[in-house]
């Protein structure tokens, strides 16, 4: 097993930014995400109409092992203006030994997911290991996440089974570091 001043070394070589120093070591395989994000993406699925969007997320840590995950969206017009809300979700990222993670999302929909997956340097994929509805939330199956560091941005894509349909693909954005 890799010691933890070994991993996070490792991650130190291979990320272009400065990593905190306050951060727990076994956060490095996410170093990456952490920051404040904004950009646009799209959104569609069998039963909506696709449409572009804004996006803001914000990841930060407070010294302890997981990363707190915060995400807002809202429907964008044809010139690029916010029009409405859309989905906000929040959460933690766990990251596990052996390059696993886990993530835990709560929506306003009355949603919760329990995500599983694996990390590499600037790679993340996580499927869902549980979903859990209100009585009044919409049907909703099992999701597919992926997210990287690309060219110094955050790009991530989910693919979706809901409302009847399999998994297909949903959502996808590309988001800059704001902060």
């Known amino acids: 097993m890799v010691g933890r001043s070994t991993r996070r070394a490792a991650y130190d070589e291979a990320v272009p930014f400065e990593i905190d120093p306050t951060m727990h070591p076994d ?4 170093a990456w995400m952490l920051g404040r994000w904004e950009g646009a993406g799209v959104v569609g699925y069998p039963t ?8 803001e997320v914000e990841a930060t840590h407070d010294g302890r092992p997981f990363i707190f995950w915060s995400s807002r969206t809202w429907r964008l017009d044809a010139q690029g203006e916010p029009t409405a809300p859309l989905a906000t ?11 696993e993670v886990e993530l835990v999302l709560a ?10 997956g694996s990390t590499s340097p600037a790679k993340v994929e996580v499927r869902t290991d549980g979903v859990l509805r209100s009585p009044r939330a919409a049907e909703y199956a099992a999701a597919h996440r992926l997210y990287g560091y690309v060219n110094g941005g955050l790009m991530w894509a989910m693919d979706m089974a809901a409302v009847g349909q399999p998994l297909t693909s949903h959502v996808s954005a590309e988001l800059k570091r704001v902060g």
């Open 27 to 30: 956060l490095a395989p996410l």
């Open 48 to 55: 909506i109409e696709s449409a572009n969007f804004g996006q």
């Open 89 to 99: 979700e929040t959460g933690f990222w766990r990251p596990l030994p052996d390059g």
């Open 107 to 116: 929506h306003a929909t009355g949603i919760v997911e329990m995500y599983y």
